[in-house]
């Protein structure tokens, strides 16, 4: 027996937990890759264990976000996420109570885990507590919350460094997952996993590389890819044109401040009818193009004009996205969907910063923004390009 169609979006004390979770997941992988590298105690002794460390959460949920993905497909969402959260919890607690280098390898390898079981169930859930036509909304508001923990992490994350140390801010991690895993237990209906059609890896390859799914998917790396250049690059560009930490953390926090406030509006905008996704998607990838643009230009203005772009793009593209994806995959199959999205957009995490650097370590920073530009305005151009044939 199918768990039927719902019909109204789901009371607001369902989402809430969800959009924590997304908080959760945010907060925890900014919070400490932003002060690791600050930390002045002996657990961080050279680069190369600083690149280490912050590999290892990014590592984990490159190879673990499909598995559990799938696995919520297999049991429910619900205990997928309540099983992320109190394993982040736990591998938080562990350097919190250690305070040991070789355990703050085990404890960020595990948060990475963790972070891989609920994100992906969590943007389920969210996709199945609500009707097709309020999923723009949904994604909109889970995105904001998000944007608020990337936001939030380096702040809050330096705040508790400088005030006890990294086994402070592990401790806020430990007790922010288990109230959220409380949280979600109490709020969270148990939705019961979908009967489906068995499925082999020739289906799974055939949906994956459906445009269904490899358009909106792309769109998302892109738009991680450019957020993530722009929060690592934008103050490097700052500096070199003589700016203060001051002005180039308020353009982070410009680029941030706009990709939350954005995402909302626009999946609202998607479900009114007043935007398409396909239009939406070209829109956002337009403008942080022309982001990117703005930020070649040297000087203030056009540090912080490439910010607000950037952050206005990405918070186009993420709910439509993510709207889109659930739009075209069937309920009994959300989480694998999502599991493997959250793929894509590691990899346009990490691809993007690569490549700005790469190009910008042969010619200039300048160069890397153009080739950045160049290859968004190239995947809106595809984009357009499919929608016409599509419609011919």
């Known amino acids: 027996m199918t768990t039927p169609v719902v019909s109204q979006a789901a009371p607001a004390r369902q989402m809430w937990p969800l959009y ?44 673990l976000k499909p598995v559990f993905g799938t696995l919520a497909d297999r049991v429910g969402a619900r205990p997928v996420l309540l099983g992320g959260l109190v394993a982040f919890a736990a591998a938080s607690a562990v350097y919190a109570i250690a305070d040991s280098p070789g355990w703050l390898w085990a404890a960020r390898l595990g948060q990475g885990a963790a972070a891989s079981a609920f994100s992906p169930s ?38 508790l460094v400088w005030a006890g140390g990294l086994r402070l801010l592990f401790v806020v991690l430990a007790v922010l997952g288990a109230v959220v895993a409380a949280w979600a237990a109490l709020a969270v209906p148990a939705l019961p996993p979908l009967p489906k059609i068995r499925q082999t890896v020739l289906d799974l390859a055939r949906r994956l590389a459906d445009p269904a799914f490899l358009g909106p998917t792309g769109a998302l790396a892109a738009a991680t890819a450019a957020l993530s250049v722009g929060v690592g690059f934008l103050p490097v560009s700052g500096l070199a044109a003589g700016l203060g930490t001051v002005a180039t953390g308020a353009a982070v926090s410009v680029l941030a401040a706009c990709a939350a406030l954005v995402q909302p ?36 203005a056009g540090v912080l004009t490439g910010a607000a772009l950037i952050g206005i793009g990405t918070g186009l593209i993420t709910p439509l996205g993510f709207a889109a ?29 690569l490549l700005v650097a790469g190009v910008a370590t042969l010619t ?23 929608r016409r044939s599509a419609t011919a």
């Open 20 to 63: 924590a979770a997304g908080f959760t997941t945010a907060f925890g992988a900014h919070g400490i890759a932003a002060n690791l590298g600050g930390y002045s105690g002996d657990t961080v002794t050279s680069l190369l264990v600083l690149g280490g460390l912050l590999a290892l959460y990014d590592g984990a949920e490159v190879l």
């Open 122 to 159: 969590a943007s389920a859930l969210v996709a199945r507590l609500n009707p097709a036509a309020k999923h723009g909304r949904a994604f909109g508001s889970y995105g904001f919350y998000k944007s608020i923990g990337y936001t939030l992490g380096p702040l809050l994350g330096g705040v």
């Open 265 to 300: 509006r626009a999946g609202q905008a998607l479900d009114d009818g007043r935007l398409t996704t396909r239009m939406g998607i070209t829109a956002g990838l337009l403008t942080a193009a022309a982001g990117f643009v703005c930020a070649m230009s040297p000087g203030l």
């Open 325 to 353: 994806l659930a739009a075209s995959t069937p309920a009994e199959r959300l989480g694998q969907t999502m599991g493997a999205a959250e793929l894509g957009r590691e990899l346009g995490d990490a691809g993007g910063p």
């Open 364 to 386: 200039t920073l300048t160069h890397g923004y153009a080739a950045l530009a160049v290859l968004l305005a190239a995947a809106a151009a595809v984009g357009l390009v499919h």
